[in-house]
């Protein structure tokens, strides 16, 4: 198992405004995952790309993996205020735990 | 997507009581279930990962003998707090991991609520 970083720590946009997060881990992984998590409630699966994969799309979401760099990038198009949330990398290596970092805090103003 | 059910969804007790908390896999079996906390604007914290029909591993830190898990079946994990006291309060989640097909992803269930008065 191991631990994903994101970065920043909290982002404040617009409404309509783009929206990227970045994340980093340290060993080789098997497949990362971004998770959402809206105040008070459990986390939702976004999306999930695996290591031999590039980039991936998922309506206004875009997920890219750089593992040469060992970084992934999460970018939300067109924000509206109910993407406020706080998002979560998870890297899964060949482990089977999923450890959590402190999260990207977005807050989306209208 | 999977779904995953906690209950309760918000519980309030009184300290040196137990409280049990369950875990849920609506649509899938879960082969292994994880169970996590998160205090105010902290991240969670991975509790334990319980297989089915076999003993929870708990993390470095966390005490078995208070969390107790059972993963008694493929579709239900318990979490008891054994003796709470009032920092044991926080937000409890689980999430859940299936078999073939499902072994990438893991569902989250909408979390538990303790206070602990």
């Known amino acids: 198992s191991q631990q994903g970083e994101e970065d920043p720590q909290a982002l404040s946009i617009q409404e309509g405004e783009n929206a990227t997060m970045n994340c980093s881990y340290k060993?080789?992984?098997?497949?990362l995952q971004w998770y959402r998590q809206n105040s008070g409630r459990g986390l939702v699966h976004l999306i999930l790309?695996?290591?031999?994969?590039r980039e991936k799309h998922s309506g206004r979401l875009r997920v890219t993996l750089d593992t040469s760099k060992k970084s992934s990038s999460l970018l939300i198009t067109a924000s509206r205020a109910a993407d406020t949330a706080s998002y979560f990398c998870?890297?899964?290596?060949?482990?089977?735990?999923?450890?959590f970092g402190a999260g990207t805090r977005l807050f989306v103003k209208a | 997507g999977a779904v995953v059910s906690q209950h309760p969804s918000r519980v309030i007790c009184k300290s040196g009581t137990s409280v049990k908390i369950e875990c849920r896999s609506l649509?899938?079996?879960?082969?292994?279930m994880f169970w996590y906390r998160q205090f105010p604007k902290q991240s969670l914290m991975l509790m334990a990962t319980?297989?089915?029909?076999?003993?929870?591993?708990?993390e470095q830190g966390v005490e078995k003998d208070k969390f107790l898990i059972n993963h008694a079946s493929l579709t239900l994990s318990t979490l008891t707090v054994t003796s709470a006291h009032p920092e044991d309060s926080s937000f409890y989640i689980c999430?859940?991991?299936?078999?073939?097909?499902?072994?990438?992803?893991?569902?989250f269930g909408p979390g538990t609520r303790l206070t602990v008065l």
């Open positions: 999430s859940a991991r299936g078999g073939a097909g499902e072994t990438d992803t893991q569902y």
């Open positions: 060993t080789s992984i098997n497949n």
């Open positions: 790309i695996r290591s031999n994969e």
């Open positions: 998870a890297p899964l290596t060949g482990g089977f735990k999923t450890i």
């Open positions: 649509d899938f079996q879960a082969t292994t």
């Open positions: 319980s297989n089915e029909g076999s003993k929870a591993t708990y």
